[in-house]
């Protein structure tokens, strides 16, 4: 079995050749990755094999810096103090195929800079204020500074310090003019969280050819914990317990039951749904009067709660896709007919238009980028999101408005445009999706007649799956669980944000393992596990 | 070791000095060209709106002298002898497909905007012309960057790009764009001393750590550790000489609130002339709108987002007429920094900021419903240049999309005969004296403008 045809041919291939109506049914679909590598080569007992790609190759990609997000886990795990407020004004990180990780666009600039000394003076003056919580000590001693440079510096860095970076640290507390240990320490703690160290993650053991234990465990802990290692990881560094494949597994186990892979998970969810579009959809208040910020966090919980379910239960972890079960957040509870509660509800829908997560008002929102749903746009986020099939944009000064096409109703306007055949071959692949989900509007509510007043349209299909067609979004679901590519597409995702990066051809042999190791028994767990292990 | 002695700032001894800046109500508004002509430019104001325009809407009537304004340009007619419209650019490189999944058209557009160069899978094709503008002219921020919104997408959240993987991140909120700019003119000269020192100390710590580690790791990491340096020493620059008196603090405007938008934008544009003035940078990479964002316009009581706008059908009326007022909002803008510009004193003594300064205003595309980037709309102003002026350059004409096109805004065709942006953006770079034979795909320079 040729592991990287596949992987390639599923993950990597995308529908360049759509321009040109190409035929996708000889395109993808064909293979199956069940007779792949022996289960048993290294007597794992959990199915994966662990040694079975080379490490990861040298890639070519910038230094990671940390994401907001990151920054403010990693102060409030580490220190105790939640600068969430400070931080949301961090530029935002910009986002790559939906992913606010990807080196590449981590730049570092005067915006950053400002903010960051912004932040660190704040965090600084709340810890000196009120010293107990975080330092356990009297910062008015010099035993109390030298306590942080020597136990809470390493945790911050994520390493040991060597003896010239501590006495370097003593020598800027004091330097202060007033000489106090207690505006010494300040200094510490700012030049601390203003630090390259702390700000990047540098990994000069792979200088060395090899990452140290500590670079294994921030690459574990900001993958899995959205946040730094922490104590008790590095104790576990220390113990040299990630210094083999299945040292970095088991590790990895424990972290994946930790709560804070919560999220970890979610940061996942933003790129693999594209949750993260949530937060720049608006809504004319006069057509949808039920909008506000409030809603769009329940939208955003509501995909999330229903992947964190899924991803830490026993069951097959695709059935995300087909599950009756919603968790409806207090405001977005009426879109589905449902009571209104002031808590968040879990409720078990007997009605093939609810069911799956492709179901919930939050995808059905985040893929409706106006106020008018577009079954264009909704057949886009399907292939890119869940196949990793993503398309080429349209040729230049193509009239893209479907609208002004002739036509009475959408499907007939689609139809119209897809006459055209420099526009067929790409919209034959997205559009019959997108038509199969018209039924629901652009807050996710089911409705009968769409927006021209016409009746909406009910059918829809997957060209290039077996099973290709479908009614209503479990169906969907169900077809795309099916499909080989949504599994391989799921472990691309699980990549990109393991490390940060777009995947590469380099990639396809541990795509292709953690793809089995994955559906061995359908548990994401095993898939982050198996990415985290062949990739340490 | 060493350290740094504190440094007592400039901005220090300004205490108390900062006062509102209040721009002097125009009472005439006339061609400036007698009296900019022997002022060369020497600083570069970039702004930006998203989402293209209605162009028979936008593009006027006659060419050469004394353009009347069309319905949008309605939005700057008093400023018409300042500004001359530039129809028939094309920005090619946004026209070149990318990579599946890696950019829309809003972003192809948006991202190559200002290099002249198609966008990668995960960045920009070059520099951008702010940028490279910056490297050569004085100022320690560099090319300021500020945008009234910004996405949260590489490629539709980001405009100006210090390099391909490198891109720029706007400033957007007035407040801390004034607390990096300004703040620490305000505090008691004691307070100033102790922050600047204990800032100097601090900062010194991490130029230490960078360097450490920069000799540690390979040269692709290097490029983050690069810019970290660069950006601690604008920083850093701040704790230095202010050579004006500062603005003080601007009123806290709520980022999320889309009534105030146009108070948030117009603060904005008054740190950045301030900026400018203070010789802090001498450029600006100003965008009032990410493309594709879908702000809304309670203040003109539009509450179709800025993006639907651009795709109404623009056979009815009404939808029309949305895109048109809501461009014009957009020039309007233009006219408030136009006007800023022109207050505030140039630095030889004589004149106006504006007569030193080359201003180019330009949206990512020309058509939403297309997202062509062909036939763009421009405006340029500012610097030694004849204004008052539509400069038609020539491209292939096609008539495809816009059957009512005035004649004098023909619609470019795409092909190899068009004019370019970046022939535009090399004749901006000469004219701010700097030698360079070619800017992204640029061919030329454009006759006629700073020349």
């Known amino acids: 079995m040729d592991l990287t045809r596949i992987a390639m041919g599923l993950a990597l291939g995308g529908l360049t050749g759509c321009y040109q109506g190409a035929d996708v049914d000889g395109e993808v679909g064909e293979g199956t990755l069940d007779d792949g590598l022996d289960d048993s080569s290294d007597g794992d007992d959990d199915g994966v094999d662990l040694d079975a790609c080379e490490p990861e190759p040298t890639i070519s990609a910038p230094l990671r810096r940390l994401t907001a997000s990151e920054y403010r886990n990693t102060v409030l795990d580490l220190l105790g103090v939640d600068a969430s407020e400070l931080i949301a004004s961090f530029p935002t990180d910009p986002r790559i195929h939906g992913f606010d990780n990807n080196a590449a666009a981590q730049a570092i600039g005067l915006a950053h800079v400002s903010r960051y000394q912004a932040a660190a003076e704040w965090i600084a003056a709340e810890i000196l204020d009120d010293p107990q919580p975080t330092l356990g000590c009297d910062p008015a001693q010099i035993a109390c500074r030298d306590a942080f440079i020597d136990q809470r510096m390493p945790l911050l860095w994520r390493r040991p310090l060597t003896e010239p970076e501590r006495i370097r640290l003593r020598e800027l507390a004091e330097s202060v003019p007033d000489g106090a240990p207690r505006s010494g320490l300040g200094l510490v703690i700012r030049a601390a969280l203003q630090s390259p160290h702390l700000l990047f993650r540098p990994e000069p053991g792979m200088e060395d050819g090899e990452r140290t234990g500590f670079e294994v465990a921030t690459r574990l802990s900001y993958f899995l914990w959205r946040s730094a290692p922490g104590a008790q990881l590095h104790e576990r560094v220390a113990a040299g317990e990630l210094d083999s494949a299945q040292g970095v597994a088991e590790v990895a186990r424990w972290m994946w039951s930790d709560p804070r892979a919560a999220r970890g998970r979610a940061g996942l969810t933003e790129g693999w749904l594209r949750t993260e579009r949530l937060e720049t959809v608006v809504r004319d208040p006069q057509l949808y009067p039920e909008w506000s910020p409030e809603l769009r966090t329940d939208l955003t919980q509501e995909v999330v709660a229903m992947v964190e379910r899924f991803a830490t239960g026993e069951d097959d972890f695709l059935e995300v896709l087909v599950s009756p079960d919603l968790t409806l957040g207090p405001r977005s509870a009426p879109l589905y007919d449902a009571p209104q509660t002031s808590e968040t509800q879990e409720i078990s829908f007997d009605d093939p238009w609810r069911g799956g997560v492709l179901s919930t008002a939050g995808v059905l929102a985040l893929t409706s980028p106006g106020n008018v749903t577009s079954p264009v746009a909704r057949g886009v986020w399907v292939r890119d999101a869940i196949l990793c099939e993503p398309l080429p944009p349209p040729p230049s000064d193509v009239e893209i408005d479907p609208t002004t096409a002739q036509g009475e109703d959408k499907a007939a306007q689609l139809e119209a445009h897809r006459s055209d055949p420099s526009c067929a071959g790409c919209h034959s692949l997205v559009d019959p999706i997108g038509l199969g989900l018209e039924r629901y509007d652009a807050l996710g509510r089911l409705r009968v007649i769409d927006e021209l007043g016409q009746p909406a349209s009910t059918m829809g299909s997957v060209a290039g799956l077996e099973d290709s067609e479908f009614e209503g979004a479990q169906a969907l679901g169900e077809r795309l669980r099916q499909a080989p590519q949504t599994r391989t597409c799921l472990a691309t995702q699980m990549l990109r944000w393991a490390h940060g990066r777009s995947e590469t051809e380099a990639d396809a042999c541990v795509l292709a393992s953690a793809t089995e190791a994955f559906e061995a028994e359908g548990h994401l767990e095993d898939l982050a596990v198996a990415i985290a292990t062949m990739t340490r | ?451």
């Open chain 2, 1 to 451: 070791m060493t350290r740094r002695s504190p440094v007592i700032s400039r901005r220090s001894l300004l205490r108390g000095g900062g006062v509102a800046l209040t721009l002097p109500f125009l009472e005439a508004l006339a061609p400036r060209t007698s009296q900019a002509a022997t002022t060369a430019a020497r600083r570069l104001v970039i702004f930006h709106f998203g989402n293209g325009c209605h162009i028979p809407d936008f593009a006027p009537a006659q060419v050469g002298d004394g353009w009347i304004p069309s319905p949008i340009l309605e939005g700057v007619a008093e400023h018409a002898p300042w500004i001359n419209v530039l129809s028939g650019l094309s920005n090619e490189a946004a026209a070149e497909a990318a990579a599946p999944g890696s950019g829309d058209k809003h972003e192809r557009d948006f991202a190559s905007m200002l290099t002249g160069a198609p966008i990668t899978p995960t960045g920009a094709g070059g520099i951008s012309v702010d940028q490279l503008a910056a490297q050569h002219l004085p100022g320690p921020l560099g090319s300021l960057v500020v945008g009234v919104t910004a996405r949260n997408h590489v490629h539709n959240g980001r405009y100006s790009w210090a390099g391909p993987d490198s891109p720029v991140a706007p400033q957007t909120d007035p407040v801390q764009l004034w607390t990096t700019l300004f703040a620490e003119a305000q505090l008691d000269p004691l307070q100033a001393e102790r922050l600047a020192a204990e800032r100097g100390a601090v900062l010194d710590a991490v130029r230490e750590d960078i360097v450490d580690l920069h000799g540690r790791l390979g040269s692709d990491d290097r490029l983050r550790l690069d810019e970290h340096l660069g950006a601690i020493e604008q920083l850093s620059a701040g704790l230095g000489v202010l050579s004006c008196e500062a603005p003080s603090t601007p009123e806290d405007l709520a980022l999320q609130d889309d009534t105030l938008r146009p108070q948030r934008g117009r603060a904005l544009m008054d740190l950045c002339v301030m900026a400018l003035r203070c010789e802090l940078s001498s450029v600006v990479a100003f965008s009032l709108g990410s493309t594709g964002g879908a702000h809304t316009y309670p203040f003109l009581g539009i509450s179709d987002g800025d993006h639907d706008i651009s795709h109404m059908d623009m056979r009815i009326e009404t939808e029309r007429a949305k895109y048109r007022d809501v461009t014009r909002w957009k020039i309007e803008q233009i006219g408030y920094l136009l006007e800023a510009l022109q207050a505030a004193p140039g630095s030889t003594g004589e004149g106006s900021l504006l007569d030193e300064t080359i201003v180019v205003g330009l949206s990512e595309m020309s058509r939403g419903g297309s997202h062509s980037a062909h036939s763009l709309p421009v405006l340029v102003a500012g610097g030694p240049m004849l204004t008052g002026r539509h400069v038609v350059y020539p491209c292939d004409p096609s008539t495809a999309f816009y059957p009512g096109l005035p004649e004098t805004a023909t619609w470019c065709s795409g092909t190899a005969n068009d004019t370019r942006l970046s022939d535009l953006w090399l004749t901006v770079l000469q004219a701010l004296g700097i030698d360079t034979p070619s800017f992204g795909d640029s061919r030329g320079v454009l006759e006629g403008l700073w020349t």
